[in-house]
């Protein structure tokens, strides 16, 4: 429960059977700063230190910075275990016996609503509440679309395994999150709705992400932004709209690969496309040109050579109170506080980091850029600060106070 990064760094290492040596050759990191940190004289390390030695032990960044992956809350009628049963639906499978229908499916209507309060939870960042309720959403999803299969309740479908499919990522279970893409897709097809199978394309890019797989995340966002290019002459809001978030979705992968120049050019698409579109919600998402440009600060961070500097620049340009999903506007705020730290401006990140925690208690709990981010800031510090180490062990970077 109390292992440190060194820790698990060193158990990783040696179940791989490589010496330190071979480990830092493979990440690309200085072989003292693997000796510091196994040995605890170092509790953390630059994040894209910590990204490189993730991806050179073949595990997830969540892993190895001990990232929350469970709700704070429990609930009688759901939870993450419930949710990976209903996302991986074994009735479902070939030679399987079904299981039988529900007694009493809900209402199109009355789930197709239920659809849209998941998806306020989602971005207000209420998991646990969410957690809670969407296994039943998909399981009511699955027998109201076997009694009335329209086009509509696919559709709906699909958002709702889009939801499946962000909230396992964010708690660290991107393979859960995979097999929602596919259901999406599916649920896309049937519902003979392309623009849907883009942010299924969209979300697909960003759980790749979050495995590590960059070149794969950019390849297919980019292409599918391609496909789906659309005559901005005639385009409507949704088209523009997934588009833009394809566009998005591969900006960010192009960065952490270092082509800062690509993913600029990218988002540069994205923002043209949101200035002919204006704001628009759709899909489950929302797309503007302040979502463009926090992504701006987002990329300016990636990479083995992040530039906080940039960011910062980026973000004076972002209207806080423009930015409609208080997840990302807690998202944006915590990449603002690692340029504010790397600046040299710690005392204004632990502010920023507060603030965000004041607004997104449990949401917080997930980032693994904040928790790394934290765990940086303790190491460094010189004198004591009893607000870091509270928000330290808030976040579980060390034992509460």
């Not at 440009?293 to 109170?321: C, H, I, M, W, Y």
């Not at 409609?324 to 632990?350: K, N």
């Amino acid at each position: 429960m109390n292992s440190t990064i060194g820790d698990r760094v060193k158990d990783l290492r040696e179940f791989r059977d490589l010496t330190q040596e071979e480990l830092a050759d493979r990440a690309g990191v200085h072989v003292d700063t693997i000796r510091k940190l196994e040995q605890n004289k170092r509790q953390s390390a630059r994040v894209s230190t910590l990204r490189a030695l993730a991806r050179a032990l073949d595990v997830q960044l969540e892993r190895l910075v001990g990232q929350a992956t469970v709700t704070q809350e429990l609930s009688d009628d759901g939870g993450l275990i419930a949710l990976r049963d209903a996302i991986q639906d074994i009735g479902a499978l070939p030679g399987v016996p079904p299981v039988g229908d529900l007694e009493d499916p809900p209402s199109e209507d009355e789930w197709v609503s239920g659809v849209k309060a998941a998806t306020g939870l989602y971005w207000s960042g209420d998991y646990s509440s969410l957690s809670g309720t969407l296994p039943l959403l998909l399981r009511d999803g699955r027998a109201v679309a076997r009694q009335a299969p329209t086009t509509r309740v696919w559709a709906q479908l699909g958002l709702a395994y889009q939801l499946a499919a962000c909230l396992s990522a964010q708690a660290g279970h991107t393979d859960w999150a995979y097999t929602a893409v596919e259901k999406q897709l599916a649920a896309a097809e049937r519902a003979s709705d392309p623009l849907l199978a883009g942010m299924g394309v969209s979300t697909l890019s960003w759980v790749l992400l979050r495995q590590g797989r960059w070149e794969q995340a950019q390849d297919i966002a980019a292409r599918k932004a391609e496909d789906l290019e659309p005559g901005f002459l005639r385009a409507t809001g949704p088209q523009l709209a997934v588009y833009g978030n394809l566009l998005t979705a591969a900006a960010t992968p192009a960065a952490r690969r270092d082509a800062h120049d690509d993913a600029m050019t990218l988002l540069r698409a994205a923002e043209a496309a949101a200035v002919r579109s204006g704001p628009v919600r759709t899909y489950g998402t929302a797309f503007s040109v302040v979502d463009v440009r926090t992504q701006k600060v987002n990329v300016s961070l990636a990479g083995t050579e992040p530039q906080p500097a940039a960011a910062l620049r980026f973000a004076r340009k972002v209207d806080l109170k423009s930015i409609s999903r208080p997840v990302h506007s807690a998202a944006h705020r915590v990449d603002v506080a690692q340029a504010q730290y790397q600046t040299g401006d710690s005392e204004a990140a632990l502010e920023t980091l507060l603030e965000v925690e004041a607004a997104q208690p449990e949401w917080i709990r997930f980032q693994a850029l904040a928790t790394a981010t934290v765990r940086e800031m303790r190491e460094r510090e010189r004198r004591r600060n009893p607000k870091l180490r509270g928000l330290a062990a808030r976040l579980g970077v060390e034992p509460a106070l």
